[in-house]
């Protein structure tokens, strides 16, 4: 079946530490993945996305590549900051627009 | 830029009562979704359309819950009656034919 796992958090960090929040899937065929991010009390925002294998998805400092030999798709930046607090959530479409969501990482950025 | 809508924002209701949520997904977007979302956890898909018809509802509490989407634009979702593990957010997404899935900004049910 298709699942997602990524790391518990929260992650405490100074800010402009260097971030990672992993994730790895199961799937089957060939899914699209996702980042997305979640500000308290609103929805989810498409961060960024890889659709085939070797793929890099990268938006505002974010990046993610698309690793299917160890079925994974870690999120990275390099420098954070305070506006960065928020909750990520990896996720992978298949099945026809089917999403399948992490139980997210809570991301704490501390001045 | 288009975004999904959805109302209330906020809802607070008392347990056996009735209650619905509204989405207005991005215009084209053929593909609807409503989720749960319990506090400190990732979306629990509810249900999918396609169009107006009903993809995937297999997660959804058929004896309380039911959504529609009578002319593949906007959709509703309903509780009759709610309980008090219904307190969630509640969050509608639309997707146009490509993987993309774009989120509204969600509803935030309380039962007392």
């Known amino acids: 079946g298709n699942s997602v796992t990524q790391m518990e958090g929260p992650v405490t960090l100074s800010e402009e530490a260097f971030l990672t929040i992993n994730c790895t899937y199961t799937?089957?065929?060939?899914?699209?993945l996702f980042w997305y991010v979640q500000y308290p009390g609103e929805g989810l925002q498409l961060l960024l996305k890889?659709?085939?294998?070797?793929d890099k998805g990268s938006n505002k400092g974010f990046e993610a590549t698309y690793r299917k030999e160890t079925t994974s798709f870690h999120l990275e930046k390099g420098s954070v900051q305070v506006s960065d607090s928020a909750v990520y959530f990896c996720?992978?479409?298949?099945?026809?627009?089917?999403?399948?969501f992490g139980s997210g990482t809570k991301l704490n950025v501390k001045p | 830029e288009a975004e999904v809508a959805q109302s209330p924002r906020y809802k607070i209701t008392e347990k056996s009562q009735a209650v619905a949520f509204w989405c207005d997904p991005i215009?084209?977007?053929?593909?609807l979704y409503w989720y749960r979302q319990i506090l400190g956890q990732g979306p629990e898909l509810l249900v999918q359309?396609?169009?107006?018809?009903?993809?995937?509802d297999s997660q959804l509490p058929k004896d309380r819950f039911s959504a529609e989407r009578l002319k593949g634009v906007d959709s509703t979702l309903k509780i009759q009656p709610a309980e008090l593990g219904d307190s969630a957010m509640y969050l509608c997404?639309?997707?146009?034919?490509?993987?993309?899935?774009?989120f509204g900004p969600g509803t935030r049910l309380t039962v007392t």
């Open positions: 359309f396609q169009d107006e018809s009903v993809v995937d």
């Open positions: 996720a992978l479409s298949a099945d026809f627009n089917k999403f399948y």
């Open positions: 799937a089957t065929g060939y899914p699209s």
């Open positions: 215009s084209g977007h053929a593909t």
């Open positions: 890889a659709t085939k294998a070797d």
């Open positions: 997404a639309s997707s146009p034919v490509s993987y993309e899935q774009y």
